[in-house]
């Protein structure tokens, strides 16, 4: 079956679990999506699946000899790629309910909100230089970027002022904490990268829910064993109790009254 499907990020939202608690949520538009090409190991060099969303206002004609070639009479407007099991044909559509299921653990990829040109601090989280002795001009500035002669030259990959934000951002391990079949939406837990109506690609995760054990509640001892309380112990009772020797019975009573007469 296939392992991921193309939707659209709605929203944030809020849900609230057994206990009360609001837990941060993500609410997705995952419409069926269209098989647009099924890719072989022995022609293509691996197996994957061409998977459509949406519809393009302005195809291109190779994208509309391709839809056309699936069979379809419209260009879906965004394309991606997952890997699957069995046998699938190009044409068919898929919906949300033959991928995932309420509990599933999914890894969510998009593209970052773009933030334009940064700076060090706002960037990479630099301090800055000191606020004393009039250094006014240097409260944002990076410092020092490289040594004199040695090397003589900045290392690349320096963290630096730049573009930030706008790059392609995987989030893994969201649970999906519900599943709506008929408005094709699902909710998962926590954020997701991307601003509201962007593309992602939702993909079934590796990693495996976490286990909830019933926390192991000690016994409470019981005062005098198992049998407190119950009638095996009250018989005990009574016949381990010392009998009252000063106390007469009513045969020993009879027997000196006859004695006395």
């Given at each position: 079956m296939v392992k991921g499907l193309i939707g659209k990020k709605i929203n944030m939202t809020q849900v609230f679990d057994s206990h009360g608690r609001s837990v941060p949520a993500t609410r997705l538009q995952v419409d069926p999506n269209v098989i647009l090409q099924v890719k072989e190991l022995e022609k293509d060099g691996y197996k994957s699946i061409q998977l459509g969303f949406g519809k393009s206002k302005k195809p291109t004609k190779p994208a509309t000899g391709h839809a056309k070639a699936a069979g379809l009479d419209f260009v879906p407007r965004d394309v991606r790629e997952v890997s699957f099991d069995g046998e699938l044909k190009s044409g068919k559509y898929i919906s949300v309910d033959q991928v995932f299921r309420k509990g599933y653990l999914v890894d969510v990829s998009g593209l970052s909100k773009g933030k334009g040109f940064a700076g060090v601090v706002k960037r990479w989280g630099f301090a800055g230089g000191p606020r004393t002795h009039g250094q006014s001009d240097r409260e944002r500035a990076a410092g020092s970027i490289g040594a004199t002669t040695t090397p003589g030259r900045v290392f690349k990959g320096m963290k630096m002022a730049g573009h930030m934000g706008n790059q392609q951002v995987t989030t893994r391990g969201l649970e999906?904490?519900?599943?709506?079949?008929?408005?094709?939406?699902?909710?998962?837990?926590?954020?997701i990268p991307g601003a509201t109506g962007n593309i992602v690609l939702i993909k079934k995760?590796?990693?495996?829910?976490?286990?909830?054990?019933?926390?192991?509640?000690?016994?409470?001892?019981?005062?005098?064993?198992?049998?407190?309380?119950?009638?095996?112990?009250?018989?005990?009772?009574?016949?381990?109790?010392?009998?009252?020797?000063?106390?007469?019975?009513?045969?020993?009573?009879?027997?000196?009254?006859?004695?006395?007469?």
């Open positions: 999906i904490i519900d599943l709506d079949k008929e408005k094709s939406e699902i909710i998962v837990k926590g954020s995760s590796k990693k495996e829910p976490k286990a909830y054990h019933e926390p192991e509640i000690p016994a409470v001892p019981q005062i005098g064993g198992e049998k407190e309380g119950t009638k095996e112990a009250e018989a005990e009772q009574k016949e381990a109790k010392p009998k009252d020797h000063g106390a007469e019975t009513t045969e020993q009573k009879t027997s000196q009254e006859q004695e006395d007469a």
